[in-house]
């Protein structure tokens, strides 16, 4: 398996790990608003990190992706 | 401001006039007039996305629902996009490949399941699960924006007129330009969307004394703002589950949104075009917290209607107020003349025969269901989001069979599968109207359809030794 290849797999891996995280206290704390960050609450300035960490995801998959050279 | 928003109004106009002029074609086959030329780059590809995906119902709803439900409606809508996006660039290449290797005239995703299933009844389904779930979309879309002006407006212009002249300008440059001048438009309401929630977002920030100074305000109104599931509950997890998928599978299953993934000239140009348009959401997004969060403090317990005409239209001044409702009109007719040219290229490719005549059909059928909006506009109910989701979840019921389609060798085993997705989108719709439960036991029953007719997709495709579409590269263009 190429490097490229490897490394697309791990985005994709990554990406579903976010997708499991996202749907558990580590990003939606029931009735939780801290630890602040900035003054933002919680699920705000955790999801907007996770907005963040997902594009850069998409930016490396189009970087690595197996149709890319086509 | 009537005065004000007639000139301006009357420019934006002459923009589209002139953009569909520009779009004209002296070639009139299908495939230029229903797919742009199959040949569209990642700039034009950003806008036409962008502002077919975020609608009035980014402008009206989002705010309304930061308002009412707190935080967590970034990640109902931006996380969730964000997965959508990713899902572009994952899935959208074994689109077009298996498109491609096809060797047919792709027009829609109906008549590709057609081809795929070997039958018709899979383009019928897809057609119909398509029409159902989309006509409700564009109707409330339209009746959001009409209620909006006939409350900055009240008694200038009836209903039924703002609806039917903003219908008659979308017909008008679709049928004369097709889908390039409806693309070419979308630049110009994708950027005057962005200008517009912008001014708005950063006018309600400043008045709010900043982002700290915002959030500590709203924790005095109501603390349960700032987290999951807000004050009244909504956004558990299953409401959040059941968004994601619907949202993250709207490029497969929403004929508006796969038309754009298929057009583009080539793979790099959608890949280009995924991240950017993950960017343009975070960007569109982002003001409708700091808009939302301004009405939780000064207009907590305001209707909807009375919160968006305070906030967009009276705390602003004259020329702000005029460009956010001709922002509204841009974000309501980007995406709803997208959505009936979406149903019309469906129709299409399902019709047979000579070309000319098919796209003639084609053309009345888009005339009919733009009538078909109108009307369903003065009747339906106002509730912007929660009918979006309704759209969203109704079409992603599409999903399991589409996929099946695409990602195997020989989808005609299956026969089944579209009577299965039909079964399931009626009892969606039975369950919608409560004449079935919604949920059972504590699930609800969408998340039960979704889940159910994906796993046995799965289950098919893998039991029965279906491929992933891959192999050699067959070159770049389509």
């Known amino acids: 398996m190429t490097m490229r290849r490897k490394i697309w797999r791990l985005t994709i891996g990554l990406v579903l790990l976010l997708l499991l995280l996202t749907f558990t206290p580590f990003v939606i704390p029931m009735g939780a608003h801290h630890p602040h960050l900035f003054g933002i609450p919680y699920t705000m300035w955790m999801g907007f990190a996770e907005a963040l960490i997902l594009l850069a995801l998409t930016y490396l998959g189009t970087k690595v992706h197996p149709g890319r050279d086509e | 401001m009537l005065n004000l928003l007639l000139i ?34 990642s700039f034009l590809g950003l806008f036409t996305f962008a502002a077919t995906l975020f609608s009035t119902f980014t402008i009206l709803g989002m705010p309304d629902f930061f308002r009412v439900h707190g935080v967590g409606a970034w990640i109902f809508i931006a996380v969730s996009d964000m997965f959508m996006v990713f899902g572009i660039l994952m899935v959208g290449y074994y689109v077009r490949r298996k498109i491609k290797e096809s060797n047919t005239s792709y ?46 407006f009240p008694n200038k212009l009836p209903i039924w007129l703002w609806a039917s002249l903003m219908l008659i300008i979308m017909v008008i440059y679709s049928e004369l330009g097709g889908l390039k001048a409806i693309m070419y438009s979308d630049v110009l309401q994708g950027i005057l969307l ?34 999951v599931p807000g004050p009244k509950g909504l956004f558990d997890f299953q409401f959040l589950l059941g968004s994601l998928i619907g949202i993250v599978m709207i490029p497969f299953t929403q004929p508006q949104v796969s038309t754009r993934l298929v057009i583009m000239k080539s793979h790099h140009a959608l890949y280009r075009t995924a991240v950017a348009l993950g960017f343009f959401a975070i960007l569109v997004i982002l003001p409708t917290l700091f808009i939302g969060m301004y009405g939780a403090v000064h207009y907590e317990n305001d209707s ?158 893998y039991g029965s030794g279906s491929r992933r579409v891959s192999g050699k590269s067959q070159g770049a263009n389509f």
């Open chain 2, 304 to 461: 909807t209607a009375d919160f968006l005409g305070k906030t967009l239209i009276t705390d602003q001044l004259p020329l702000i107020g005029v460009l956010v409702l001709l922002g509204l009109i841009a974000a309501a007719m980007s995406t709803a003349d997208s959505q009936i040219f979406g149903l019309g290229a469906e129709i299409r490719s399902l019709l047979k025969g000579e070309d000319h005549h098919a796209l003639r059909s084609t053309r009345g059928a888009i005339l009919i269901f733009a009538v078909i909006c109108l009307v369903f506009s003065l009747f339906s109910p106002d509730e912007l989001v929660l009918l979006a989701r309704l759209s969203f979840t109704g079409t992603a019921l599409l999903a399991p069979m589409i996929f099946l389609g695409i990602f195997s060798k020989d989808a005609a085993r299956w026969s089944w599968m579209p009577w299965l997705t039909m079964l399931a989108i009626l009892l969606f719709i039975l369950s919608s109207f409560n004449i079935i439960p919604n949920k059972l036991g504590q699930i609800r029953t969408d998340l039960i359809l979704l889940i159910s007719l994906g796993g046995i997709a799965v289950i098919a495709g």
């Open chain 2, 194 to 227: 962005l200008l517009v929630i912008w001014v708005i977002g950063i006018v309600c920030l400043n008045r709010l004394g900043g982002v700290s100074q915002m959030f500590e305000q709203v924790h005095r109104v109501d603390e349960s703002l700032l987290s």
């Open chain 2, 107 to 152: 027009y829609g995703m109906a008549g590709f399941m057609q081809h795929c299933y070997r039958s018709r009844t899979a383009g019928i389904v897809v057609f119909l699960g398509a029409f159902l779930f989309l006509i409700p979309y564009v109707a409330i879309q339209i009746k959001g924006v009409v209620l909006f002006l006939d409350q900055a």
């Open chain 2, 8 to 41: 301006i109004g009357t420019l934006y106009v002459l923009a589209l006039v002139y953009l569909t002029w520009i779009a004209r074609d002296n070639d009139r086959s299908s495939a230029n007039y229903l797919m742009a030329g199959s040949n569209v780059g």
